[in-house]
């Protein structure tokens, strides 16, 4: 069974930079959206950023001019490069992938942002 696997997760100053990467263990066809997710502790996952096949971006609002999400579809990998962290961008993120008929997600990676 194909696992999304996400790396670049840790500890960093408010003000500091992150980047994830996730990408699948094995191969997955028809991807369309790629995305990442958030769960903050005691509060519900929300949708942080999403990247469609074409290329259109979502955020959400708390990370907008901060976050910027991509792709690479030879590698079937997603990213998330986070600047000017703050505190309250602590949580685990998940990735997301949805292909036909199928959602995948990650096991999560913590990023803390504290001083």
């Known amino acids: 069974q194909v696992q999304l696997v996400e790396s670049g997760g840790g500890l960093v100053q408010p003000g500091g930079s992150l980047r994830l990467s996730c990408a699948p263990s094995?191969?997955?066809?028809?991807?369309?959206?790629m995305g990442w997710y958030r769960q903050a502790p005691g509060k519900q996952r929300e949708l942080v950023a999403v990247?469609?096949?074409?290329?259109?971006?979502n955020y959400a609002d708390s990370v907008k001019g901060r976050f910027t999400i991509s792709r690479d579809n030879a590698k079937n990998t997603v990213y998330l490069q986070m600047n000017s962290l703050k505190p309250e961008d602590t949580a685990v993120y998940y990735c997301?992938?949805?292909?036909?008929?199928?959602?995948?997600w990650g096991k999560g990676t913590l990023v803390t942002v504290s001083s």
């Open positions: 997301n992938v949805g292909s036909l008929g199928m959602v995948y």
């Open positions: 094995g191969s997955i066809f028809n991807i369309y959206d």
């Open positions: 990247i469609r096949s074409g290329g259109t971006t």
